[in-house]
């Protein structure tokens, strides 16, 4: 006799404006809801669960997996957010994993899932949303959405779902408060399931102060170029980071540097957006050795320095080449998608 299941599918957002403590505490946010369902009987004996990540773009992390042999994923951070690649590849996991009712059999409980993103789609995601609203919300599976941050449109989530949330910031503590409330609620679904036979999912109330119901149609929308992400390497280390760059006034300011160990570069610095070197303030120190400010390669590349006051020789972590590097500007150089 088959075993009916509650598939519960994460699609988190990875992209770099998540770099630093946000991306950590998603992971351990994950972690924290597999011990918790692992603490529910009925949740053991039901759940499933599965994990895409979108950034660059959409990647299956972990396949629909019984609790018991849930590995929590690595999440691997990019630039950009592949929104409407993520709800694709939704759909094919619905379309795969999902054993339908029959004649002879009961097929699985209608699946959970969750949309966790900080910003504004990059890819083509707008027919991903309707069909997602229109074939699948309700019908195949309970979506909800969650903006979090300033730069998440909860509108545009609202093209997926009807149930959008606003987290209030990336701050950990407000992650870790919309983690638990996902894990409760996955876990009042569970019980539902045999209590009252329903495959609907029961909202426990939101965190206060953390999480809240988006309001639709005053969603602010978000200033795409508020933040500036700039891709360097450590010229000693070749350890790969991110600079985080804010608009003040009409030009940006350094404000943090993020070691990132595996990110997902796509197609390389090619085609992609710009900025003016000249808008940006002094770089912040590179974050593996030290170094207080940055050289850009021929290459297309950005890669930490001393600091430049005559012609110094320095060799290239991107592509090995040594060349001669002084002072200068005038140029613009690539930035992450954000």
């Known amino acids: 006799m088959y075993h009916r299941r509650l598939p519960v599918y994460l699609l988190l957002d990875c992209s770099e404006s998540l770099a630093g403590e946000p991306i950590e505490a ?124 300033p730069d998440a449109a909860a509108d545009t989530l609202g093209r997926i779902t ?49 999480v809240e119901v988006a309001t639709h149609g005053q969603s602010r929308r978000p200033d795409p170029d508020r933040v500036v992400f700039l891709h360097a390497k450590c010229v000693k280390t070749r350890q790969f980071y991110l600079i985080r760059y804010e608009k003040r006034g009409r030009g940006y300011e350094a404000v943090a540097a993020h070691p990132a160990d595996d990110f997902d570069l796509g197609g390389g610095g090619g085609g992609g957006p710009t900025v003016a070197v000249d808008k940006l303030g002094p770089p912040p120190a590179c974050p593996c050795c030290g170094n207080d400010a940055v050289s850009f390669c021929g290459c297309g590349r950005l890669f930490c320095s001393p600091p430049l006051t005559r012609p110094v020789r320095l060799t290239c972590p991107w592509c090995g080449k040594g060349a001669d590097y002084a002072p200068g500007g005038g140029f613009d150089v690539g930035r992450g998608r954000g």
């Open 26 to 149: 998603v992971a351990q946010g994950v972690v924290a809801l597999l011990a918790d369902l692992r603490g529910e009987p009925m949740a053991l004996e039901t759940v499933y669960l599965g994990v895409i990540t979108f950034a660059t773009r959409a990647e299956l992390a972990a396949p629909l997996t019984e609790l018991l042999e849930f590995q929590p994923p690595k999440l691997r951070m990019g630039s950009g957010t592949a929104l409407g690649a993520a709800l694709r590849m939704l759909v094919q996991c619905l379309d795969r994993d999902v054993v339908q009712s029959s004649a002879t059999q009961k097929g699985d409980w209608k699946p959970v899932v969750l949309v966790l993103t900080d910003g504004e789609p990059t890819d083509d995601w707008e027919a991903a949303a309707d069909a997602v609203r229109t074939q699948v919300c309700g019908k195949r599976a309970n979506v909800i959405a969650v903006a979090c941050g």
């Open 162 to 210: 009807q149930t959008v949330l606003r987290a209030a910031d990336l701050q950990p503590g407000t992650l870790r408060a919309l983690f638990k409330w996902v894990s409760a609620s996955v876990a009042v679904a569970s019980q539902r399931l045999e209590a009252a036979g329903a495959a609907g999912l029961g909202l426990p109330p939101l965190p206060s102060g953390a």
